[in-house]
C-alpha cells in the first residue's frame, strides 16, 4: 500500500504524509482487489440427501424426549430469577473480553511528541544535516528547539562550516488524532551563521510511537526530507 501526491502523482511510503515537491497531503492510494467466489464443488443431489437425513434424525429425537418426559404442570415449580451475582459476573465477563481484544483504542496509550528525536535532514540536491529535535511538554502546544549540525554541503561556501552546529528554538501544534507535528523556527542561536533561515515544518508520528518522518520548508519550498527515532 502507498500513498499519493494528487497534484503531481508522486508516490511514497506510508510514514510520510505531504508531498516532498510541492507540500500537498497525501493520500493512500489502495488497489482494487476484485472478489474470489468460492464455488462448491460438492454434488448438489449429495447435499439434499444429507439435509434430507439431518431433518430426520432430529425429528425422531425431538419424539423421544418428548415422549420419555412428560409436563406435570401442577408439579412444576417456576425457574429461580437470575441472581445478582450472575449478572455481575457476565458484565465482569464482558469487561474483559473487551479489554483482550486486539484494537480497543481505549487500552492504547496516548502517544506524545515530548522527548528527543534524533535523525538527518536532506535535500535531493545533496545537503545533509545531523538533526536534533528536543520538544519540551506533552499537551497540543509545543515548544523545543533543534540542534543542527552540517555533515555535507553542494555549496562552496559552506565547506568551511562542517562539523559546526547551531540551535534553532520553535513553537507549534501537536494533533493527537492526526498524530501530526506542525512547528516553526522562531529564533536561533548562530553565531557562524550556520542557519539561513527559519524554517517551518511537518512531522508525522509513526503508530508506534518509535519515529517521526516529514518534511521542511527551505527557501519557499517544502524539499527538506527529516527522518527521526526517538
Not at 511538554?137 to 568551511?160: A, E, H, N, V, Y
Request: overall charge positive.
Amino acid at each position: 500500500m502507498l500513498k499519493r501526491c494528487n497534484v503531481c502523482g508522486r508516490e511514497y511510503g506510508l510514514d510520510y504524509s505531504f508531498c516532498l515537491d510541492d507540500g500537498s497531503v497525501l493520500a493512500v492510494a489502495e488497489a482494487s482487489v476484485a472478489p474470489v467466489q468460492a464455488r462448491s464443488n460438492t454434488p448438489v443431489w449429495v447435499m439434499i440427501s444429507f439435509l434430507t437425513l439431518l431433518v430426520g434424525v432430529l425429528g425422531t429425537v425431538l419424539i423421544l424426549r418428548t415422549g420419555q418426559q412428560p409436563v406435570n404442570q401442577s408439579n412444576s415449580s417456576p425457574s429461580p430469577p437470575p441472581s445478582a451475582n450472575s449478572n455481575n459476573a457476565g458484565m465482569s465477563n464482558q469487561a474483559a473480553v473487551k479489554q483482550i481484544l486486539p484494537g480497543n483504542s481505549s487500552n492504547m496509550p496516548a502517544l506524545s511528541p515530548a522527548g528527543q528525536w534524533s535523525g538527518t535532514w536532506s535535500t535531493e540536491t545533496g545537503a545533509l544535516y545531523d538533526y536534533v529535535l528536543t520538544i519540551d511538554g506533552s499537551g497540543d502546544q509545543i515548544s523545543g528547539r533543534i540542534r543542527w549540525t552540517l555533515r555535507r554541503s553542494p555549496r562552496p561556501d559552506k565547506q568551511t562550516l562542517i562539523g559546526v552546529s547551531a540551535t534553532e528554538f520553535v513553537s507549534g501544534r501537536f494533533d493527537p488524532a492526526t498524530r501530526l507535528l506542525t512547528f516553526g523556527g522562531t529564533r536561533k542561536d548562530d553565531p557562524s551563521g550556520l542557519l539561513v533561515m527559519l524554517d517551518q515544518y511537518k512531522l508525522t508520528i509513526s503508530s508506534d510511537g518509535h519515529s517521526m518522518s516529514g518534511v521542511a520548508r527551505n527557501g519557499g519550498k517544502w524539499n527538506g526530507k527529516i527522518s527521526l527515532t526517538k
